[in-house]
């Protein structure tokens, strides 16, 4: 049972677990593993930045040039999709970090088509995710990304733009029914100026910033974005509404109102901590519950992510990390719109599922993945995708079955690679006559073939 419990945080705080860190890890304490998850975290080093650029294109270019840098900015992000992927994967890389960054990826949505900006905003969400929430909404709302994203560059005195001040409150921090129209106004007002520039970097234009008076939730001053943003936490709604999305995040996609709550209280009282908001969730006993594991979907970047952990896999060129992404329906830095993924249920169609269950035949096989079960897929990025050209590691695995007879493999691969228990092997499986190799390969590749491999 202990096993079931470790395994159970690493694939909610993390991506789960190399078979190597199986071996050393599965009778570990919850403590043990907290405190692991978290010191990766805590010691983990800074991304590189990005080269920096001045324009996607200038006058002087011809149509066909400005053209081809707009492509190959957009083939240098989807390189950073593919790199963060990898590194979600990477059983070197601190996985609690990687994991809370995907999560305020998707609470603060936004597009970025210039890599030097997406990487900055990257490094935002990487330095501010497990800190006090306050730190991590400033940096977000200097963040050129959402800047430029939310149309924030043309919020001026003289005709403010309201995109970031409604999304501000509707999705990132109180939630609706708890403004008002006149509120959206006045916070529009204060973060007026707040721009950046073609490095990619914040820059706060004092000419175009709105100095006069304002009324903002039944306060008066002349406020600025930095005052907009101390008044929407003084409001313990803002703090329940955060504490609920966490909470159907890591815990469960049903919330339960009175845990919520009581965690709240207590984010609201930490001064808004997410590191021990989170440690207090995966400390709690019912965070252990039977109808907690294995019952939410992994979204397509955990369960490609979860793939690279598990098979050690090399070798997967950038188009197919993000087309593949595409296909299942979770592009890094192309959220669906500002509201994010919706995530749950919405990952799941039947188009969507086939493919999922077919990406492990694709890998053991050297197969073609059938994409058109996605008649809405670009015929151009089907081709990119249909040989993953993927490298796997078995050895790994296979070391974590070294005492283990051959006719119990596949149960005891069970216990590694699912939450939930697993149905019958198919007959072939138990063949003592193959190899013992084959035994494991086709064991791991009817495993991952089942609806239970998509639930953590």
């Not at 998850?37 to 590189?48: C, V, Y």
């Not at 907690?292 to 070798?315: C, F, H, M, N, Y």
């Not at 197919?320 to 595409?326: E, N, T």
């Not at 081709?383 to 007879?405: F, H, K, S, T, Y």
Request: glycine share 8%; charged share 25%; proline share 4%.
């Amino acid at each position: 049972m202990q096993t079931k419990l470790i395994q159970h945080i690493y694939n909610r705080a993390g991506f789960g677990l190399s078979p190597d860190e199986w071996n050393a890890r599965k009778q570990w304490s919850i403590d043990q593993a907290i405190d692991d998850l978290f010191s990766k975290a805590e010691n983990a080093t800074k991304l590189p930045d990005a080269e920096a650029i001045t324009a996607v294109g200038n006058s002087m270019m011809s149509g066909e040039e400005r053209a081809e840098r707009r492509r190959a900015e957009a083939r240098r992000v989807f390189q950073l999709g593919t790199d963060w992927t990898m590194r979600m994967g990477d059983p070197d890389a601190p996985a609690l970090l990687e994991r809370i960054t995907l999560f305020w990826h998707g609470h603060f949505a936004c597009e970025s088509k210039l890599s030097v900006i997406a990487t900055k905003q990257l490094q935002t969400l990487r330095q501010y995710g497990l800190g006090h929430f306050r730190d991590l909404l400033i940096g977000i709302s200097k963040d050129p990304a959402m800047i430029r994203y939310l149309n924030n560059q043309q919020n001026k005195k003289d005709s403010p733009n309201e995109n970031f001040a409604r999304e501000l409150m509707e999705l990132f921090t109180i939630g609706r029914g708890h403004y008002t129209e006149n509120d959206v106004k006045e916070a529009a007002r204060a973060f007026t100026g707040w721009s950046s520039n073609l490095r990619g970097e914040f820059v706060f234009r004092r000419r175009i910033h709105d100095y006069g008076p304002k009324e903002f939730m039944g306060r008066q001053g002349n406020f600025d974005g930095t005052d907009i943003i101390d008044i929407l936490l003084e409001r313990r709604e803002t703090a329940y509404f955060l504490t609920k999305k966490i909470y159907r995040y890591f815990v469960s996609d049903i919330p339960n109102e009175g845990r919520i709550r009581t965690l709240a209280t207590e984010f609201y009282r930490s001064d808004y901590h997410i590191g021990q908001l989170l440690r207090r969730i995966f400390r709690s006993d019912w965070f252990y519950d039977s109808e907690i594991i294995g019952q939410k979907i992994k979204s397509p970047v955990e369960l490609i992510a979860g793939l690279v952990r598990q098979l050690g896999l090399t070798g997967l060129d950038f188009r197919a990390v993000f087309g593949l992404q595409k296909a299942l329906g979770q592009q890094l830095f192309k959220p669906p719109n500002v509201a994010g993924w919706p995530g749950g249920k919405q990952w799941i169609d039947n188009a969507t599922l086939l493919l999922r269950l077919n990406i492990a035949t694709a890998i053991f096989r050297g197969a073609e993945l059938d994409f058109n079960l996605r008649p809405d897929l670009e015929q151009s990025q089907g081709r990119n995708l249909r040989g993953l050209q993927a490298q796997m590691v078995l050895a790994p695995i296979a070391r974590i079955l070294e005492d283990i007879p051959s006719e119990s493999v596949y149960e005891e691969l069970s216990q590694y690679l699912l939450s939930s228990p697993a149905p019958p092997p198919e007959s072939y499986l138990i063949d003592l006559s193959l190899s013992r190799e084959q035994i494991i390969s086709r064991s791991c590749l009817q495993l991952m073939s089942l609806p239970e491999y998509q639930m953590c």
